[in-house]
């Protein structure tokens, strides 16, 4: 057998304790032959035991400290430190057992100094040299087939990203830009700080860059549209590190590589929510969430979950949605109490079963249709699940003792236009004066369009580019509020904790943005130019639309709370006899399938509102309004 088969035999682990056995032996031997070297008349002489003593001290020892788990190819920093670990307490068991043995006869004390010294040396710089070796020999195979990286961002996040792309040949790093003037030609892990974020298109000709690396996790929305519009000054491709917020909840790696999404240049700063609050909402509750299977049902059950709930029960009356929901909380959360029900929130019967069997302490309403031209001719459909499947789901709760009814709702409904907006308003008058007849807490959450949510203009926009546009706007002036997905869930479960029954909350959701601007912004996204490579053509409002949402109604009279981002609106009281039958009469109409009457019924809970391509039904008694031209 060959001496390199005989070596390809050997485990690398394996071969990694005999070297580390190998330089401690080694390491006495120097040790010894150093303080001897300055007494020429002394003999060198080793005892039978010495060296099986130290290798059996040291190697233990090795274990102990973890030495060998490290992997010479990323030898770094933590693995020195375990070596001067290795060695300094190598060195003590060496002398403890040495001592039991003959009293360190013939073994100079000042041995028991050098040889911690010599051997970490000797551990440590072939470590350091393999890995130098290993980066330098794939960085001469892969440096012509490398592209060449510009890193916007010199903090951690930046470092480490240089750290990783020196372990992929596919990218060389050229350099950095930060803004701090500290980092001014500082160098940072080899690569020098070549200037400042609006430098960006000059540095980047300058240094023949082929890719820009957005390395700012912590950063505002508005920096991050800074520099997205300063990389497309350039005209090179970018990419970008992931949130902080995405890697802290486990839905991203902090050194992993993405493309920039429109939810990283239109979220806003992070709203300071009471966590503490919420966990003691939700931690060990018996939790329900209607339309669990939706884009803002499923991030509650999820969110819910993380928070130790003792049970969660989702409801959902589509299949697929449940299965898929449950499917992933039971694999994330094995320990949660989970049940899945197929069901519609209008079917009382069953409604009334599982409330009475799972005994919820909080009900999370998020079921509802949402889209707004379709709904605006399908004003039964609307009525019979955004209105009267709330009425159902309220009015459960009460009869099964749940503690808290959060109701999701829309800034549609403020000042509706839309029957889908006006349904929801209708659901909330209905919590809203419900909460003062019953022990259930009734609290009513608003917010504005919620990104890449099913149905939204998000999704609509990517698929649109993806098949060359061209990407359809409404109307050039056409603007919108826009929250993600988990921060409106955030604000969910605030709102939960935080009501004490007959509230509307909203998001201080800062400035809205244009829907033109939006799709603009996405299609510079995807690496085209709008206008010319994707056109974008103005079809004009549908049906029930506005060109601006509002948050609030004026006579609402919001206030603030102890949040600074969450705003309260005031209870708005109506007669409750009144406002039971108009929704008494309104069902019966759902049920007779009369839609004229049906839209009577709206005209008179909802005097303000004025029907959209449909017409006005005449002799409309209002049961009640006052000056906000509401019941």
């Not at 070596?83 to 100079?108: N, T």
């Not at 393999?130 to 890193?151: C, E, F, M, P």
């Not at 904790?497 to 033109?516: N, Y």
């Not at 004009?540 to 948050?551: D, H, I, N, S, Y």
Request: aromatic residues 8%; hydrophobic residues 45%; glycine residues 8%.
């Amino acid at each position: 057998m060959t001496l390199r088969r005989i070596v390809g035999t050997i485990h690398p682990r394996m071969a990694v304790v005999l070297h580390d056995l190998a330089m401690a032996a080694f390491a006495w031997w120097v040790a010894k032959w150093l303080r001897y070297a300055v007494r020429p008349e002394d003999v060198v002489h080793f005892r039978w035991f010495e060296l099986p003593v130290v290798l059996l001290a040291q190697g233990l020892i090795f274990r102990w400290t973890g030495l060998y788990k490290g992997v010479w190819r990323f030898a770094s920093l933590p693995d020195l430190w375990n070596i001067l670990r290795a060695a300094a307490l190598g060195s003590a068991a060496v002398w403890l057992l040495l001592s039991m043995f003959d009293r360190l006869q013939g073994v100079p004390r000042s041995m028991l100094l050098m040889y911690p010294v010599l051997l970490a040396i000797a551990l440590g710089v072939p470590r350091l040299a393999y890995r130098y070796w290993k980066d330098s020999h794939r960085n001469s195979t892969g440096q012509r087939a490398a592209r060449r990286v510009l890193i916007i961002g010199a903090d951690r996040a930046g470092e480490s990203l240089s750290r990783d792309l020196q372990l992929d040949g596919g990218y060389r790093v050229v350099g950095f830009l930060d803004d701090r003037p500290l980092l001014r030609g500082a160098s940072i892990n080899g690569y020098p700080v070549l200037g400042q974020f609006d430098q960006l298109p000059e540095i980047a000709r300058e240094a023949a860059v082929e890719m820009l690396l957005i390395a700012l996790p912590g950063a505002s929305a508005g920096e991050m549209r800074r520099v997205v519009a300063l990389c497309d000054a350039s005209g090179l491709p970018y990419r970008t590190v992931p949130r902080l917020d995405d890697v802290l909840a486990g839905r991203a790696q902090p050194s992993e590589i993405k493309e920039v999404a429109i939810e990283d240049l239109l979220g806003r700063d992070a709203v300071e929510l009471d966590w503490t609050a919420i966990r003691e909402a939700m931690g060990g509750r018996r939790v329900l969430v209607t339309g669990g299977g939706g884009s803002i049902g499923s991030e509650l059950c999820r969110q819910v979950a993380r928070l130790g709930a003792q049970s969660l029960v989702v409801v959902d009356h589509s299949e697929f949605n449940l299965y898929k929901i449950t499917r992933e909380l039971r694999a994330n959360y094995p320990d949660l109490l989970l049940e899945g029900v197929l069901a519609s929130c209008v079917d009382s019967v069953l409604m009334r079963r599982v409330l009475a069997e799972t005994r919820p302490q909080v009900v999370f309403h998020a079921a509802a249709y949402k889209h707004v031209p379709m709904l605006q001719h399908q004003l039964r459909a609307a009525f019979l699940n955004n209105v009267l499947g709330t009425r159902t789901m309220a009015d459960l709760s009460a009869e099964a003792g749940v503690e808290c009814f959060v109701l999701i709702s829309t800034d549609k409904a403020v000042n509706p236009t839309s029957v889908m907006g006006a349904c929801k308003r209708i659901a909330e008058i209905w919590c809203q004066n419900l909460d003062a007849h019953a022990d259930t807490r009734y609290v009513t959450v608003r917010f504005g369009n919620v990104l890449d949510s099913a149905g939204s203009v998000v999704p609509l926009f990517r698929q649109q580019i993806r098949e060359g546009g061209p990407v359809t706007v409404t109307h050039p002036e056409m603007s919108r509020y826009f929250m993600t997905i988990p921060e409106a869930c955030q604000l969910i479960l605030q709102a939960a904790s935080l009501g004490k029954g007959g509230e509307i909350f909203a998001l201080d959701m800062g400035e809205p943005m244009k829907i033109r601007d939006l799709a603009e912004q996405m299609i510079r996204l995807a690496g085209k130019k709008p206008g010319s490579e994707i056109p974008i053509v103005y079809t004009g409002l549908r049906a029930g639309e506005k060109l601006f949402e509002e948050l609030f109604h004026p006579l609402e009279q919001y206030c603030a709370t102890t949040h600074a981002k969450i705003f309260l609106a005031q209870h708005r009281q109506v007669s409750w006899e009144l406002l039971q039958a108009m929704m008494h009469k309104a069902a019966e109409m759902v049920a007779a399938d009369n839609d004229e009457e049906l839209r009577r019924c709206v005209s008179s809970l909802l005097p303000s509102f004025r029907w959209s391509e449909a017409a006005q039904p005449d002799n409309v008694i209002p049961i009640r309004h006052h000056e906000s031209g509401e019941m």
